[in-house]
């Protein structure tokens, strides 16, 4: 079996969609630090992103306006939830971010595994 060197350059943006979760997931696990959890939560919820709207591209299609009649359409659902997750996901992280602010007030560390100290002592 031969690898078509086309194939890396037409899907490029899966790459980017596994190397961003991969970063995303391994900051998630691996930082013990508060913020930089947060960050890793949005550099996931961001390959997430770009994995759906990239699932959602149609080659040679249309807008969704119907004017003619005739041709192949996008579908806008898939961006439109994508648009409402971008909206939860920004919720989502200033919630994050204040809850770590008033964690830092209260125990003056951002360190996961410091404040696991303090809570089992």
Do not use: C
């Amino acid at each position: 079996m031969t690898l078509d060197p086309s194939l890396l350059t037409t899907h490029y943006n899966y790459y980017a969609v596994i190397v961003l979760l991969g970063i995303g997931l391994y900051t998630l696990i691996e930082s013990s630090d508060l913020v930089k959890k947060v960050i890793g939560m949005n550099v996931f919820q961001t390959a997430i992103f770009l994995f759906f709207i990239t699932l959602a591209y149609r080659s040679g299609a249309n807008p969704p306006v119907v004017t003619d009649g005739g041709g192949p359409y996008v579908s806008p659902l898939p961006h439109v939830l994508i648009l409402t997750a971008i909206v939860v996901g920004v919720s989502l992280t200033a919630v994050a971010l204040a809850l770590v602010v008033r964690i830092y007030a209260e125990y003056g560390t951002f360190d996961e595994e410091t404040l696991r100290e303090l809570y089992h002592d």
